[in-house]
């Protein structure tokens, strides 16, 4: 079963920005699409950016223009670029397969923006 480890969040001011990190164990990992999700607690986990095997990617409305997804294959690790960074922003952010079950899931990192 394949493992994630999500990285890079923290307290940032709003405006701000963070370049969050997910690995995965294995390197099938590169055939599949990836995603960024994220969830606060007492509401519905969203998803937030996909990048497909083929680097095509794909937004939320409420990130486009803000956020930047993009893998490494070669390390089977994908990334979140988060720029211009708003208070809503804040929640516990995992990476995932798209579409995914949640049988695997890592402990995902938490960003926090706020002054």
């Known amino acids: 079963q394949v493992q994630f480890v999500e990285s890079g969040g923290g307290l940032v001011q709003p405006g701000g920005s963070l370049r969050l990190s997910c690995t995965a164990s294995?390197?099938?990992?590169?055939?599949?699409?990836m995603g960024w999700y994220r969830q606060v607690p007492g509401k519905q986990r969203e998803l937030v950016a996909t990048?497909?095997?083929?680097?095509?990617?794909n937004y939320a409305d409420f990130v486009k223009g803000r956020f930047t997804i993009s893998r490494d294959n070669a390390k089977s690790t994908v990334y979140l670029q988060m720029n211009s960074l708003k208070p809503e922003d804040t929640a516990v952010y995992y990476c995932?397969?798209?579409?995914?079950?949640?049988?695997?899931r890592g402990q995902g990192t938490q960003v926090t923006v706020s002054s």
């Open positions: 995932n397969f798209v579409p995914t079950t949640w049988r695997s």
């Open positions: 294995e390197s099938i990992f590169s055939i599949y699409a």
């Open positions: 990048i497909t095997s083929g680097s095509s990617t």
